[in-house]
Structures are given as structure tokens and as C-alpha cells.
């Protein structure tokens, strides 16, 4: 299986304040990875990190090529597209403005930009009886999933995804969870941060541990049998 993304010895600073250790993670294609851990265990800085959004340290490669540094224009045209915590929508702005503020890398080309349109709409149907609303008007849950939407507009090579549960009610989750499952087996490797770490297992074929800025471990969720096997792994 072809390897899609490679990172080695990554770290990253706020000021004094080492956000990142000497981080080493992969994913290949077609795989969709879970990034677990605690609050304040670095998830957040990670993705970033990999995007050129933070001053970092060490490698990241991606489709065989370097990721520039502090680039994240060049990082999305190379495919790598994160959707953020807290989803990050322009909330004034209508879901159809949103949307097309996802393909802008497209410069016009009115035939693509359609093309994923209907795409993100097919997956998303309720986004489509939205199209000119308000989008800080939407649920929360519409709402991610207009978060998700704009980054498939990009045309992802590879989607992050940053506690896209966070806030969400338990039957909402578990629909964005089952699109997320519907777009790997479609081929999009995905990472998945996540704190609510067994319904991020339910979907993952491997998962990363983090804790205090590093990777403590390696997890096959088929491994996992039990929440008290999972809670080792936190506890070390």
C-alpha cells in the first residue's frame, strides 16, 4: 500500500513552550487514522503543523514531495485540507457562499466547481434545502457538516478532521461519523482527532496515542477488546 503521508521528527514552539516532540506518524492510501489523547495532549498543534500553519521543526512529506514550511496555500493545493475545531464556517456568509469559498484554489472553472458541488451535496442532502441560508443560523451538527462540506470542495487528497464531534448530540455524531466512513471506503485517507476515542477506533485501522506534545503509542483497534484496554493505554 502506498504511503501518503510521512512525517518525521516534527516539532513545534509557542514562544518557549514546546507544543510538539519529535513527532513520527504515517498514513497510507486509502487509510482512515485516529489521532486520540487527552485535552492539551498537542492534536490540535499536530494538525496545524502539518498544514505550515505553526513554526515547526523536522519533515513532512507527502505524496513522496516535502510539504513547504509556513505554506498552508501551497499545503492545500498539494491536497491537504483540514477541517478545524470549532468547524470554523464564515457564519454571516450563506452555505452556498461557504461552499464556494472551498473550491477557491478552482479560479472559475464553473464545470468542476458544479461537479463537486453536487458531490458534497448528495452526501450532505440537508445542506442543499440550506444553500442560500445564513450559515451561523444552522445546528450545530448542520453546521459540521457544512464544515466538511467546504473542505471536499478543495478536492482533498487527504482530509483532517479536528474533534468533529465536539459540542455535536450522540445521533448526530454518529451520522457525520458514518459520511467520515463513507468517504474512506471511497478511498479519502483521513486523520481523525478525537477525544471520544471509541467511536474514533469504531472507524479507524490505526490509531496514534498522544500525550503531552508526543506519540506514546500505537494502537490496532481490533486489539482493543474493552474500555478498561483503552484506559491502559491513556494511563501507560
Do not use: W
Not at 461557504?98 to 478552482?106: H, K, M, R, S, T
Not at 477506533?201 to 490496532?220: C, F, P, T, W
Amino acid at each position: 500500500m502506498a504511503r501518503m503521508l510521512e512525517v518525521e521528527g516534527l516539532s513545534a514552539r509557542y514562544g518557549h513552550v514546546e507544543a510538539l516532540r519529535l513527532v513520527d506518524l504515517h498514513v497510507d492510501d486509502g487509510e482512515l487514522v485516529a489521532v486520540l489523547g487527552p485535552n492539551g495532549a498537542g492534536k490540535s498543534t499536530l494538525m496545524r503543523a502539518l498544514l505550515g500553519l505553526v513554526p515547526t521543526e523536522g519533515r513532512v512529506r507527502f505524496c513522496g514531495a516535502d510539504v513547504p514550511r509556513r505554506n498552508p496555500v501551497a499545503a492545500a493545493a498539494c491536497g491537504l485540507i483540514l477541517v478545524p475545531e470549532g468547524r470554523g464556517i464564515f457564519g454571516p456568509m450563506t452555505v452556498a457562499d461557504n461552499l464556494e469559498l472551498g473550491a477557491y484554489l478552482l479560479k472559475g472553472n464553473r464545470a468542476e466547481f458544479t461537479r463537486r458541488l453536487e458531490r458534497v451535496l448528495a452526501l450532505f442532502p440537508r445542506l442543499k434545502e440550506r444553500l442560500p441560508q445564513v450559515s451561523g443560523s444552522l445546528s450545530g451538527g448542520e453546521q459540521q457538516m457544512l464544515a466538511i462540506g467546504r473542505a471536499l470542495m478543495a478536492e482533498p487528497k487527504i482530509l483532517l478532521l479536528d474533534e468533529p464531534s465536539l459540542g455535536l448530540a450522540p445521533r448526530i455524531i454518529e451520522e457525520i461519523l458514518e459520511k467520515l466512513g463513507e468517504l474512506n471506503r471511497g478511498g479519502l485517507p483521513i486523520i481523525l482527532v478525537e477525544q471520544k476515542a471509541p467511536l474514533a477506533l469504531k472507524l479507524a485501522r490505526r490509531a496514534y496515542l498522544m500525550s503531552i506534545g508526543s506519540i506514546a503509542a500505537e494502537i490496532d483497534p481490533r486489539t482493543i477488546k474493552s474500555q478498561d484496554e483503552l484506559t491502559h493505554f491513556y494511563l501507560g
